[in-house]
């Protein structure tokens, strides 16, 4: 009963890690694919005259992925250093377990070994006062018969577990080794970063008049969008709401925190106000939506069932497409290709286009927006 207990706990134990072990491997991957992006786009941007803001945003967002790989690494090499403590507690008791019984075994068979002429069992037997004695001494010579063939079994059985505690040891040491010599890659790699994030600031600092002339030109860029989305959103909205529209409209609400992402990337550029990274004093200009940053060609996705509002050539941002859910819309930037006009329907998940690549930068710029008011998208996305 005891041992079934123990097996049942181990199982718990084991189903209890595995799920976290999984989780923490998703997220590392997830990190990994992001660095995996920012240094493509990083390397697109070298050289070009204009990449050093963009190339501090991105080199910035990277060392917080990179971070992130080395905490997911810390954790995963404390939770083997446990496992490690565990397995090492298990094997400390199988080996004292071990002893015990050998030594058991050993004064058992010596005792066999001296009383080893049949004639003297079987004088035991005969020398008996009666039936009845004679069978409880024929059962105990069965009794240590049998004893002595179990505890035999008993060791050979604790030796194979010793093994195998032993191999299962060896792997995790094994596992937490590679761990660690990755973490101290990743810890190299993060240096690098940091240092190139540094001699970015300083060659912003040289040149600081061309970089605020690049940003008063970038404002007017999204000043520009903004109203373009707030005329299209106005438009929109003064149609009179069908009950098709009001049904979207409660269904898109109901899925805060729900709706799946556009596309897969880390944001390089969240939703409000923002100022310079060197430059303190230095105000951005408000960001109604996300950045995005993607693999080149990857395509756009719509988050939710709708009906395309408007399809749009925009300076700066490309092709747009704006998606209307009831009295919500999400607004998709940075197009190269829609496929998709406005008065289609569309599903959640439908490829409404794929990102463009824009002066080294392939980025989606997303916005939601509830009415004519701009929301935080990523607190829609699950």
Known sequence: MKKAVFIMLLLALASAWCPAQNASQKKKAKLEREIAILDQQ???NAGKVKSANTALKLTRKKISARKGLVAESDAQIRTIDGRI???NRKLDSLEKRYTLISDNYDKLVRSAYKNRDTRIWYMYLLSSEGLSQGLRRYGYLKEMARGLNAQALEIKDTRAKIEEEKAGLQKLREEASVLRNTRVVELKHLEADESSSKQLIANLNQDKARYQKELAAKKRQVEALSREVKGMVQKSSKKPKTAIDEKLDKEFADNYGKLPWPADGPVVDSFGKHYHPVYKNVELPFNNGMNIALAKDTAIKAVFDGVVANVAMIPGYNQCVLVQHGGYFTFYCKLASV?????????TGQ????VDTIAGETQLHFELWEGKTPRNPELWLK
């Open 85 to 87: 403590r565990e397995k």
């Open 351 to 354: 490829v409404l286009g794929r």
């Open 339 to 347: 496929n998709v006009k406005a008065g289609d329907k569309v599903k």
């Open 42 to 44: 990083l390397k697109e």
